[in-house]
């Protein structure tokens, strides 16, 4: 697990406490993850990577994996 990796469980772990394995999160295994947690989890992940995450693009981000692939695109092309 690399250090995005590691921040992001940290984050999906923070919103989602009793998650065993962040790496296979989604809004499908997931029966917590409504739409206050999406935007509580987005507030988290902005927070600890110190960046701005667009509302609308990230709303369509439902998985560990998406958001990962998000965040890394994000932070490397601003």
Known sequence: ???IQR?????F???FPMLRNAQL???DTLP???SVAHLT???????EFGVE???EAFQEKTSFNSIETYLRNLLTHG
Do not use: F, Y
């Open 1 to 3: 697990m690399d250090e």
């Open 7 to 11: 921040r992001l469980s940290k984050c």
């Open 13 to 15: 772990c923070t919103v």
């Open 25 to 27: 999160a989604s809004v």
């Open 32 to 34: 917590d993850w409504d």
């Open 41 to 47: 989890l987005l507030a988290v992940i902005g927070e």
């Open 53 to 55: 995450l667009d509302l």
